[in-house]
């Protein structure tokens, strides 16, 4: 835990950068429900970063469109 407080500090600009350049993907499910009752389910998929890094992992088929 030591070597944690020795690092350099770490700003916000510093970990969008990091996020951005390399990628994320956040996933989740919500469900809405009354009385025992789901009423509405999501399945919600987030991917974070930046165009060139998309590009530059996954080239885009022509039927997308963004």
Not at 6 to 35: F, P
Not at 36 to 41: E, I, R
């Amino acid at each position: 835990m030591g070597d944690i407080a020795n690092s350099k500090q770490v700003t916000l600009l510093d970990v969008v950068e990091k996020l951005l350049d390399k990628g994320v993907v956040i996933s989740g499910d919500l469900i809405l429900s009354c009385g025992n009752v789901d009423l509405v389910y999501l399945n919600l998929k987030l991917v974070l970063t930046s165009v060139q890094t998309m590009l530059e992992e996954k080239p885009l088929k022509k039927d997308v469109n963004l």
